[in-house]
């Protein structure tokens, strides 16, 4: 028994639970890193250095580090010690959580790792925000999947367009990517 996905008349064999949690704990150990190294940088004082100093930037800066922060350490108090990913609605359905993993273009990152096998779908929406999480956190998966003995290194694809875009390398990009292309739902089965 394991977890199959499906997209029209793409069907991909994930395998047993226990390696889709390992997959989905990867990722949230990718977005925890990758959060940890991104540093501060706000457009308008790309564009008007003069103000660096300024309260406001001081201000604003401070601001996106603690939010940061609140989702390094949510992420960091969510990843499990066994094969389990819990399902806390309470702490990730609600809107802060939400709003603040989609100022770090990780929404994705809700619907792929706190997405319960069991609710039937992801949406076309959800799987483009799946894809935009996985271009991001693709190179800290890449390191963390070669640091560890990981199922996950065998389920790589490589073709021509990864080369290019090794994002589309990871083997759950064809189906997310049919999804989108197609606007036809996810289904877990």
């Known amino acids: 028994m394991g977890l199959d996905l499906v997209c029209g ?31 501060f940088k706000d457009e308008y004082y790309v564009k008007h250095p003069d103000k660096i100093n300024s309260y406001d930037y001081n201000e604003t800066k401070k601001e996106f580090m603690e939010r940061k922060q609140f989702v390094i350490n949510t992420l960091q108090s969510t990843i499990p010690k066994d094969n389990n990913v819990y399902y806390d609605e309470e702490k990730f359905i609600q809107l802060w959580f939400l709003t603040a ?31 935009s999480t996985l271009k991001l956190l693709f190179p800290y998966i890449m390191k963390l999947d070669n640091q560890t003995d990981s199922e996950c290194q065998y389920w790589k694809r ?14 759950l990009y064809p189906i997310f990517n049919i999804s989108v292309k197609t606007n036809t739902k996810v289904k877990f089965c």
């Open 158 to 171: 490589t073709t021509t367009e990864t080369i290019n875009n090794p994002y589309q390398s990871h083997f």
């Open 101 to 131: 993993l989609t100022e770090f273009d990780l929404a994705g990152l809700l619907y792929f790792v706190y997405h319960s096998d069991h609710d039937g779908y992801l949406s076309p929406g959800q799987s483009l925000d799946i894809l």
């Open 9 to 39: 008349d793409y069907h991909i064999k994930v395998g047993p639970y226990s390696k889709f949690a390992s997959i989905r704990i990867m990722w949230m150990r990718a977005a925890k890193t990758f959060l940890e190294e991104l540093p």
